[in-house]
Every structure is written in C-alpha cells, then in structure tokens.
C-alpha cells in the first residue's frame, strides 16, 4: 500500500473520529438547553415569577459552566475515559431532572434550593464538556479547526434544542 493512500486512510480515520466527538457536542448542547428551559419553566410553575425564574436558572447554569470550564484544567489524563463519564452521568441528570424537581415539590419547602443546585449541577457539567472535548479533538483537527467546528456543533445543538 503506498504511503498517500496509507495517508489517505488515517485522515479519514482521523475524521471520522473527530465527527463523532461533535456529533455528541451536538447532542449535549440541545440537552443541555432543553434541560435549562424545562428547570425554569418548572421553577416558574411551582414558585411563581416567571422572569425572575427564568433569570436566575440561566444565569446558575452559566456561571456554573464557567466553573467546569475551570475546574476542566485539573484533568491533565484519560480525557476520553472521563469525558464519556460525564456525559454519561449529565444524560442521567437532564433526564431525571424534572421529574426528581416535580417529585421533591411535593415533599419540601425549599424546591428552589433544589431546583437552583440541580441547574448548577448541570451546568456545571456542560462546563466540562467544550474544554475536554477541544483537548481530545486536536489529536484530529488544528487548533484553529478544532475550536470553532467544536463550539459551532454545541451552538448548532443548541438552537435545535432552543427550537424543540
């Protein structure tokens, strides 16, 4: 086999792979918004004040992926290992989310201390995804490709998640 087309097959591979980070990017973003839209309109339900509701878990969520953004620099090895186990334990969070909210409303007072940590929990997580997935990826793309084909996938997912 000659070396162009040894090459050839490694860059495909390499795509591929690169392709399927994405499309889990892509997946998480539109959970992740659908997720933080079902919170406060669940907040807004059950507490009243929509707006404020609606503020407050958005702004939770955000502030809290800053923090796993951060706290994303102190996993230096098995960044596939660890990545997959945060999308594994975010995908049980968003769906259990509000059924557990809906559940807790009934048996505690304090629903918005509930409802409030759950939206950090989960933003939290999706903190640590772009960071994580941006490492793992640039074995596969260019710094340049790597960042904006990585955040253009989780906006993508969003919007879909946002239209939803």
């Known amino acids: 086999m000659s070396t162009s087309a ?17 499309t889990c990017v892509f997946a998480t973003g ?4 659908v997720t933080e839209y079902t919170l406060a309109t669940l907040a807004s339900y059950l507490l009243g004040d929509s707006i404020l509701q609606w503020t407050v878990i958005i702004s939770l969520m ?12 102190k996993f230096e090895n098995r960044l596939l290992d660890r990545f997959v186990l945060i999308e594994f334990g975010l995908s049980l969070l968003c769906t259990f989310s509000a059924m557990f909210c809906f559940w807790i409303s009934a048996y505690t007072i304090h629903f918005g201390l509930v409802v409030y940590a759950i939206a950090c929990m989960i933003g939290f997580m999706t903190g640590l995804e772009i960071p994580l997935i941006t490492r793992i990826n640039q074995t596969y793309e260019p710094l340049r490709e790597n960042i904006s084909s990585v955040m253009e996938y989780d906006y993508y997912g969003g919007l879909l998640g946002g239209a939803l």
């Open 6 to 22: 040894i090459n050839s097959s490694e860059k495909h591979k390499l795509q591929r792979l690169s392709f399927i980070l994405k």
């Open 30 to 33: 539109c959970a992740a918004i």
């Open 62 to 73: 955000l502030f809290s992926m800053g923090l796993g953004s951060r706290y994303s620099r």
